[in-house]
């Protein structure tokens, strides 16, 4: 037996780990004793934030996660919706017997020059496209923005869609006693052990350098194997439950599956396959190394399952069984070096009621005198001014880096509201429908008031999906946050997610998974409360859709929503006048939910060929993107009637409107 030689537990050594003293305690009562190395581990990063949600979920119980279209919400891998015939959409996706066919990402960064800003898109942009690309998922649209409150922390925020055949829908529980526990995928490594309690868990500071785990890099060929041979699998029935082993790796994994079906599981180290030599228990259990997955399979079906993974070059090792204790037993060299009971570990963490308290310069940041504002005196050149910063400038530049067209599905790829992507069967034959997904938030907006600008965010995502025709069905999120030990961010958080769940209800469309980022902020200073909002479509018919930009010359140009006097937080007034201040735009839902039918039916009549919405820079720039970033550049001359002064008029950013361009604008007036 190999001598295992680890550090001494106590209660300082559960403070490096991020446990509280409470935490420890509890710890503690729940082992009826000391826990050893490999166990404080295991209890640090599934109660750490990024695993446990401890802070957050308190607030993310109060969301609406069902309605009759939802198969699948929050909980699993992946929230799953129905789109009729059989099929489903999906985050997240592979794991739960999905094919991946799209992918989006919410990018934000500091100032675009900051030399290291400058390196780190660069970076960003090649690691999405270098590794979507290999994978073979189109990269289908996203946004971008660059703001000195992000200098600090840059967010990437990734969103993947998948179909799925509603009644092949696997889910991630290690369920019958005795059944195989199979690690499958690449080898074990020291990469990125703690990457979810320290680096997700915690702000950055002085010292978060020298605490730096070794990041994980993953590699899109192995990725691309790991899907075709999960896949593969998964259409023969010896899957039990499956998933994927992210951050906290192997113990999140079996802690979670076990968990989720009510039973135990026994572990052999020794059995896991590995890289390095000499790894620990503990490395082994809390490595994240990339491209790994944990299933269970039906007994007697070992081989059948190995066979497949050798097929893909892939390693396929029996590392365990299912029992029916409700406990995790892990051995190493012959010893039992894990033994904690399952539920209290997943699914039973602390649950944190944070105090929460409103800024104290909050309605400072709203005050804003609109008579007191110069107004513009060169409107042209307001626009332009606009065009060329970098967060509204075009972004071909950086998308044409991806793969748009990967698997031939893309029906309207990036540069538009939304992304569209043709609907394929299991088998490759076409279907008629297609997805259509956007996401969206306005940070500043959430900065003035975290409430109206997360309702904003809902409702423009919404809008974006159905200004392709497709009527919005959910939402998935990335709420992404400072430090929830600060009340001022608990009350940001505590208001987004009830803006979140208020237009959520309103316009049906429930929110079937997501995810908290907290702790983004450096030395005290956090980022723009940014909570990104995707929202997905159905179009039942994917030949007759609306394109973001004007389809061609001649076209009657329609304005639906009202014009209002709102430049509070627009980009005109950070740009022209520095100033980011006032009271972001009302958004009326039950307008929202109207615009929304509008689009479906006058898209699906032909009566509508084109829809943009209205949003950051107001009307003069959706009317320039309308005319400059479809194949073929066309003017447009328009006439505003409204009683506003010129620059509220061109560049306010009131929500609910959309610009249409249409043949027919007699029966388009008819049916608005």
């Not at 198969?71 to 891998?77: H, M, S």
């Not at 100032?111 to 660069?122: A, Y």
């Not at 001649?554 to 740009?575: K, P, T, Y």
Request: glycine content about 10%; some cysteine; hydrophobic content about 40%.
């Amino acid at each position: 037996m190999k001598e295992l030689v680890e550090p001494r537990v106590d209660l300082a050594l559960a403070h490096e780990h991020g446990l509280t003293d409470a935490e420890y305690a509890q710890v503690e009562r729940i082992l009826g004793r000391t826990p050893s190395y490999s166990e404080l581990g295991i209890f640090s990063v599934m109660w750490s934030e990024h695993c446990s949600y401890k802070s957050s979920k308190k607030y993310l119980k109060r969301l609406p996660t069902a309605g009759p279209q939802v198969l699948q919400g929050p909980g699993e891998n992946a929230g799953v919706v129905a789109i009729g015939d059989g099929g489903g959409i999906l985050r997240d996706v592979f794991t739960m017997g999905a094919r991946p066919i799209a992918s989006l990402d919410s990018l934000r960064f500091g100032p675009l020059d900051d030399p290291l800003h400058q390196h780190l898109l660069r970076g960003v942009v090649d690691g999405i496209g270098g590794y979507g690309n290999s994978v073979g998922v189109a990269t289908v649209g996203g946004e971008t923005s660059f703001h000195e409150r992000y200098r600090g922390n840059i967010l990437v925020n990734a969103f993947n869609l998948g179909v799925v055949e509603a009644d092949r829908v696997f889910l991630a529980k290690a369920a019958g006693v005795g059944n195989p526990v199979i690690y499958v995928g690449s080898k074990t490594g020291r990469d990125g052990i703690h990457g979810a309690s320290l680096l997700a868990s915690a702000e950055f500071d002085d010292e978060s350098e020298a605490k730096r785990p070794t990041v994980q890099v993953g590699d899109p060929f192995t990725e691309k194997c790991l899907i075709e041979a999960c896949l593969e699998l998964m259409r023969t029935d010896a899957v039990v439950g499956i998933q994927d082993m992210g951050a906290a790796g192997l113990t999140c994994s079996s802690f979670e599956m076990a968990s989720n079906a009510g039973t135990g599981i026994e572990l052999d180290l020794d059995r896991v396959p590995q890289r390095e030599s000499g790894m620990t228990p503990y490395e082994l259990l809390l490595s994240e190394s990339q491209e790994r997955m944990l299933l269970v399979a039906r007994a007697g079906r070992e081989r059948e399952v190995q066979a497949i993974f050798e097929r893909w070059d892939l390693d396929a090792v029996v590392v365990g069984r299912v029992t029916d204790d409700g406990r995790m037993r892990i051995r190493w060299h012959g010893r039992q070096v894990v033994d904690i009971p399952v539920a209290p570990v997943a699914h039973q963490s602390p649950e944190l009621d944070r105090p929460a308290r409103e800024p104290a310069d909050r309605l400072e940041r709203q005050k804003l005198d609109a008579a007191g504002v110069a107004p513009e005196t060169d409107l042209a050149g307001a626009l332009r001014a606009l065009l060329d910063t970098p967060t509204l400038g075009s972004k071909r530049w950086l998308y044409r880096q991806y793969d748009q067209l990967v698997q031939g599905n893309t029906v309207i790829g990036p540069g538009g509201d939304a992304a569209l992507v043709r609907i394929k069967r299991e088998d490759g034959t076409a279907t008629r429908k297609a997805v259509a997904l956007s996401v969206d938030c306005n940070p500043r907006w959430c900065w003035l008031d975290p409430y109206a600008g997360t309702v904003a965010a809902v409702a423009e995502a919404a809008r974006n999906v159905a200004c392709t025709g497709a009527r919005p069905l959910a939402l998935t999120n990335c709420l992404n946050f400072g430090s929830p030990e600060r009340p001022e961010i608990m009350w940001e958080f505590a208001e987004a997610t009830r803006g979140l769940g208020d237009a959520a209800r309103a316009l049906g469309t429930p929110v079937v998974s997501g995810n908290v980022s907290f702790y983004n902020e450096t030395s005290g200073r956090a980022i723009f409360p940014t909570p990104t909002i995707a929202a997905v479509g159905v179009l039942d018919d994917w030949q007759r859709h609306a394109t973001a930009h004007f389809a061609r010359r001649g076209l009657a140009i329609a304005l639906l929503g009202e014009n209002r006097a709102e430049f509070g937080g627009s980009e005109w007034l950070a740009v022209r006048r520095g100033l980011e201040r006032g009271v972001p735009p009302e958004v009326d839902l039950e307008h929202e939910r109207r615009l929304a039918d509008l689009l479906v039916e006058g898209v699906a009549a032909g009566v509508i060929a084109s829809a943009h919405d209205v949003a950051d820079g107001g009307l003069a720039v959706a009317l320039a993107e309308c005319c400059f970033t479809g194949p073929a550049q066309v003017g447009a001359r328009v006439e505003l009637l409204d009683a506003l002064r010129p620059d509220a008029l061109v560049f306010g950013e009131s929500t609910g409107r959309v610009i249409t361009a249409t043949a027919d604008a007699p029966r388009l007036l008819a049916l608005a």
